[in-house]
């Protein structure tokens, strides 16, 4: 497949949010079907469920908003640079509420993360 027909495919895909109802429904699953054929993994677990990306639209909305939207980069790399310490920050200091306050390292990893950081 093409980058042509990929892009084309893509925008179809974003894009297809009007016209009569159910069409655009037909229109999407005609456009996958370009991106399967092609060996393209669509990232849903199986069953199109909106939770399958929910955790890492949460992660970029928090990333968005407390670091990138806050900054006036330079360049790339002091993007890069910056926001790598965000996330280091998001992971070990950054208390979460969806984990009783706990950052993600205490967590997931307990006692171990902390051993670790000290």
């Known amino acids: 497949m093409g980058l042509r027909t990929f892009g084309a495919a893509i925008t179809r895909i974003t894009e297809n949010r009007g016209g009569r109802p159910g069409a655009a429904e037909g229109r999407v699953v005609a456009d996958t079907r370009v991106l399967l054929d092609n060996g393209v993994a ?5 069953k ?8 890492v639209e949460r992660l970029w909305r928090s990333v968005k908003y407390e670091e990138v939207y806050l900054k006036a980069y330079d360049s790339v790399g ?4 910056s926001i790598a310490r965000y996330f280091a920050f998001y992971n070990e200091r950054r208390p979460h509420s969806a984990l009783d306050r706990r950052t993600p390292n205490e967590a997931y990893f ?5 051993a670790v950081a000290a």
């Open 78 to 81: 002091e993007a890069r640079a």
């Open 110 to 114: 307990g006692a171990q993360a902390m």
């Open 48 to 55: 199109g469920a909106w939770r399958d990306n929910v955790f």
């Open 42 to 46: 669509i990232s849903m677990d199986g």
